[in-house]
């Protein structure tokens, strides 16, 4: 099975520490549109594009990288409770017009209270749920071209419908990632891929069967995903340097606060992040090559796999072999990474790499060449 790779776009920033300014980086439009080219070219099939208020519009960025880049996909968020489903479904028509058919769609539900509330939404999480439910049930069918009459308890509409349709026929993909029963549930009902942060392989495990049961009683099928960061190297002494380098200068009055911002957090998949590690740092790798170091200052996807290329090779084929075919990863800094994971981890993977649609470059056999006129011997020998 070929794997589908993404990257990830940090609207939020990036640098080379967690949890300080030190080793910083201006994320402005040039750096995102470096990522994504780097991202483009290196095959790569598409970006994950984050969302909150501690990020750049999703939308907005995702529109403003498709004339600079050729065949990578841009997965961004729909947020029920926070727009109308049928607008929703005009502007992801819109957005898989205008980039070719490239555009997919992450369901978010929200996490965190604090957040939602700046945003007007102050439903429960179960009422949330229930609310992305009819949400989804509206915007899937529009965007399939049905006009649509709905009667919910949270969202109602008459005569909803798109007079423009997207590319992707009947619609673009629509993903999403939840750890409750009620998350479940939903994937099982109405997505087409479920994505999963990066547990042990165990745990991972458990929710694919039960999302995929869930999906059967519904006479459907779900593909899987995992998001993950990864720390690859050249040898697993140099990754595991480097993962102890991303968190060397964080405190523990640092990581305790970050702790205390997560655990006001209603998101159950926040929670068993969290329980990975436990806010310590003695014991951050919680099964082989599956460290949690991030997520000590980091909320949502908070593991990375560490290790050489064969190592890390070995890792991701233990969770496809769990049926997952899609990888979201990302690094620090994410430019640097991209290449780093690129040339050292998807030589050992059988990965689905679109073809890039630009002048054919090369590699010299003999690395860089010392001078012009001067050949190795092998060459002029030959």
Known sequence: ??????WFLPTHGDGHYLGTAQGARTVDHGYLQQIAQAADRLGYGGVLIPTGRSCEDSWLVAASLIPVTQRLKFLVALRPGIISPTVAARQAATLDRLSGGRALFNLVTGGDPDELAGDGLFLSHEERYEASVEFTRIWRRVLEGQTVDYDGKHIKVRGARLLYPPL?????????????????????EQVELYLTWGEPPAAVAEKIAQVRAKAATQGRSVRFGIRLHVIVRETNEQAWAAADRLIAELDD???????????????????????LHGGRRDKLEVSPNLW????????????????????????????????????????YPHLEESYR?????????????????????YISPFGEMVANDILPKAVAQS
């Open 168 to 188: 992707q026929q009947p619609r673009p993909p629509l993903y999403f990632g939840g750890s409750s029963e009620a998350a479940q549930d939903l994937a099982a």
């Open 1 to 6: 099975m070929s794997l589908n790779i993404f």
């Open 253 to 275: 009055d640092t990581i305790a606060k970050a702790q205390s911002a997560f655990a006001r957090f209603d998101s159950v998949g926040q929670q068993r992040m969290a329980a």
């Open 292 to 331: 949690a170091g991030v997520g000590l200052v980091r909320g949502g996807a908070g593991t990375a796999l560490v290790g050489d290329g064969t190592t890390v090779a070995a890792r991701v084929k233990e969770y496809a072999d769990l049926g997952i075919d899609t990888f979201i990863f990302s690094g």
């Open 341 to 361: 994971v690129a040339e050292l981890l998807f030589p050992h993977l059988d990965v689905e790499r679109p073809q890039a649609q630009c002048g054919q470059g």
